[in-house]
């Protein structure tokens, strides 16, 4: 049975079907061909009338600066609009006086043709707009500013095409003029300090109707071709660029990232009403798995060397017993997985005692060091393992991963830092029942064996320097998921480390991926942040083995039988 589709009173009233029966539906034909005229009109114009701008027309011009789009919404623009002629008076020293500094620092024969040229309205135009940028909020406040924190000033720059285009349509001229110094434009209208200036726009009726840009008519420069400006995905390796990075693997299409999210516009709820769980679960239909209601915890079990060094507050001997348990399936993470409808797979990676009986083997079989000395693996040693893993990781259902190994909280402390080229006080934490000296123990322990490998290591020999034999089967794990489009639950630091080294290797294998939780672990957060992944729980969880990870494999099944089983609208 299906219903009546809700229709909000208030913005999008569309639905995904919609749009989808057709694409094109927003297109405005009827200003289309207006617009692009106005496009190729305008001009750089740099003489004009002295005829005043009506007060509306002004306005109208200022609203479509105003209309521009801006970084995290912020509209850092401010419009100094200049009428004092003791302004106008001033301004105009400026410019004459730069424009012969620019003249000085050519060749005399571009320098005369530069001198030939008129550059600037600014005594002729009856308005100018010293176009401002408002930057006094800190870059990290504004969305999108904390990675390129010039975007306000790209905000800036798209108000002044607004400007541009709009004045052309109103049959105006506009002229951008920058022959000035931007603390000289700035003291000239008062800008306090924080507030930047973009230059000076000259407005008015224009005294010219050039049909080409000026400085082309005038032999300075030609437009260049289309086709000359455009590169198709990367820039040419032979102009300089690097060559493309080898991937072997592909996430899913765009259509089947659409085609989740269109499924679920048809429930009979709002829109991304589950919140987290609903784009874990987008994910996971986008993989063509949104019938999935069983899986598997892969938990992969290893003891460590540089337990040796007093990095952890429990013996040896815990690894294996833990491992034993979840061979039975009574440890923690063996009996939530049962809870949550899983079978548990455990892979020995290197226990202690010898091979553990009822698992997996895929044991390192060179030497191991214990990361401040010697490597963790050698390269043969990571490449089997990885294969090993990929071998698990190329099953049916839902993937949980989970690991076992005293000490593995320093050895993923280590490969986080080599990876992320991070400070050793970031990835390190307490991990199970430590205290403050053997978290130093730890600290020191990671800090030496990164001044012995290095940081910012590509993802096989991070692995190899300062890994762990169970995180690199689980890396593998994640490949061979990737590759046979099985969704992966991740659990908490240490497999996460892993996660990275597999995404590092193949970037798609990241859309395979569920965060299941956020540990208490230091450096979670900062892997979590590398792999792009928001946590599906935050318990404060310390238990490992796969426990998280089932937690949420549990809460991501029931989220698909929700998402298979609740009404549709028609």
């Known amino acids: 049975m299906t219903y009546p589709r809700p229709v909000p009173v208030i913005g999008d009233a569309t639905s995904a079907a919609e749009r989808a029966g057709d694409p094109a539906a927003w297109a405005m034909p009827e200003h289309a061909g207006g617009l692009y005229a106005v496009v190729a009109a305008r001009r750089d114009v740099r003489r004009y009338r002295p005829d005043p701008v009506p007060d509306d027309v002004l306005r109208r011009v200022l609203a479509a600066g105003h209309a521009a789009p801006s970084v995290g919404h912020s509209q850092p623009w401010r419009f100094v609009v200049v009428r004092d002629p003791a302004t106008r008076d001033r301004a105009a020293v400026l410019t004459d006086r730069e424009r012969l500094r620019q003249a000085a620092q050519l060749e005399p024969d571009a320098a005369r043709r530069l001198l030939d040229l008129q550059l600037e309205g600014v005594r002729e135009a009856p308005l100018g707009i010293v176009v401002c940028c408002d930057r006094r909020t800190p870059a990290a406040g504004v969305l999108g500013r904390a990675?390129?924190?010039?975007?306000?000033?790209?905000?800036?720059?798209?108000?002044?095409?607004?400007?541009?285009?709009?004045?052309?349509?109103?049959?105006?001229?506009?002229?951008?003029?920058?022959?000035?110094?931007?603390?000289?434009?700035?003291?000239?209208?008062?800008?306090?300090?924080?507030?930047?200036?973009?230059?000076?726009?000259?407005?008015?009726?224009?005294?010219?109707?050039?049909?080409?840009?000026?400085?082309?008519?005038?032999?300075?420069?030609?437009?260049?071709?289309?086709?000359?400006?455009?590169?198709?995905?990367?820039?040419?390796?032979?102009?300089?660029?690097?060559?493309?990075?080898?991937?072997?693997?592909?996430?899913?299409?765009?259509?089947?990232?659409?085609?989740?999210?269109?499924?679920?516009?048809?429930?009979?709820?709002?829109?991304?009403?589950?919140?987290?769980?609903?784009?874990a679960v987008d994910r996971l239909v986008a993989l063509g798995r949104g019938d999935v209601s069983a899986g598997t915890l892969v938990l992969a079990a290893a003891d460590h060397p540089v337990a040796a060094l007093g990095v952890s507050a429990y013996g040896g001997h815990v690894t294996r017993d833990v491992a034993r348990a979840a061979v039975a399936g009574t440890s923690v993470g063996a009996t939530a997985a049962a809870a949550a409808g899983l079978t548990t797979v455990v892979v020995d990676a290197g226990v202690d005692g010898g091979p553990l009986p009822g698992a997996v083997h895929a044991r390192p079989a060179g030497p191991r060091g214990?990361?401040?000395?010697?490597?963790?693996?050698?390269?043969?040693?990571?490449?089997?393992?990885?294969?090993?893993?990929?071998?698990?990781?190329?099953?049916?259902?839902?993937?949980?991963?989970?690991?076992?190994?005293?000490?593995?909280?320093?050895?993923?402390?280590?490969?986080?830092?080599?990876?992320?080229?991070?400070?050793?006080?970031?990835?390190?934490?307490?991990?199970?029942?430590?205290?403050?000296?053997?978290?130093?123990?730890?600290?020191?322990?990671?800090?030496?064996?990164?001044?012995?490998?290095?940081?910012?290591?590509?993802?096989?020999?991070?692995?190899?320097?300062?890994?762990?034999?169970?995180?690199?089967?689980?890396?593998?794990?994640?490949?061979?998921?990737?590759?046979?489009?099985?969704?992966?639950?991740?659990?908490?630091?240490?497999?996460?480390?892993?996660?990275?080294?597999?995404?590092?290797?193949?970037?798609?294998?990241?859309?395979?991926?569920?965060?299941?939780?956020?540990?208490?672990?230091?450096?979670?957060?900062?892997?979590?942040?590398?792999?792009?992944?928001?946590?599906?729980?935050?318990?404060?969880?310390?238990?490992?083995?796969?426990?998280?990870?089932?937690?949420?494999?549990?809460?991501l099944l029931d989220g698909l039988r929700i998402r298979r089983t609740t009404a549709r609208v028609g």
């Open 147 to 279: 990675t390129f924190p010039d975007a306000d000033l790209w905000s800036c720059a798209a108000a002044i095409q607004n400007l541009w285009l709009a004045a052309r349509a109103e049959g105006l001229g506009m002229g951008w003029v920058t022959l000035f110094r931007p603390e000289e434009l700035a003291g000239l209208v008062g800008l306090p300090d924080g507030v930047a200036t973009l230059g000076w726009l000259c407005l008015g009726w224009p005294d010219e109707r050039p049909p080409a840009p000026g400085l082309e008519r005038a032999g300075w420069s030609r437009r260049l071709p289309l086709e000359s400006v455009v590169v198709e995905d990367r820039w040419p390796a032979d102009d300089g660029g690097p060559v493309a990075p080898p991937s072997h693997l592909r996430a899913p299409g765009r259509e089947a990232v659409v085609g989740a999210r269109d499924e679920a516009d048809r429930l009979l709820t709002p829109p991304g009403s589950l919140g987290v769980l609903d784009r």
């Open 370 to 555: 214990d990361l401040a000395s010697a490597p963790a693996l050698t390269p043969a040693d990571v490449e089997r393992l990885l294969a090993a893993g990929r071998r698990f990781g190329a099953r049916e259902g839902l993937l949980a991963l989970g690991e076992v190994g005293v000490g593995n909280t320093t050895v993923a402390a280590a490969l986080a830092a080599g990876l992320l080229g991070a400070d050793p006080a970031e990835v390190t934490g307490l991990g199970a029942g430590a205290d403050s000296a053997v978290l130093e123990r730890k600290r020191a322990v990671v800090a030496g064996a990164l001044r012995r490998a290095g940081s910012g290591l590509a993802p096989e020999r991070a692995l190899a320097e300062l890994g762990g034999p169970e995180l690199t089967v689980l890396a593998g794990v994640v490949l061979g998921a990737a590759a046979a489009g099985t969704p992966v639950v991740l659990d908490g630091f240490a497999v996460s480390v892993a996660a990275l080294a597999a995404v590092l290797l193949e970037p798609a294998a990241q859309a395979c991926l569920v965060a299941g939780q956020r540990s208490r672990e230091r450096g979670h957060e900062l892997v979590l942040q590398a792999l792009g992944l928001e946590p599906l729980l935050d318990l404060r969880l310390r238990a490992g083995e796969g426990a998280g990870a089932a937690l949420a494999a549990g809460l």
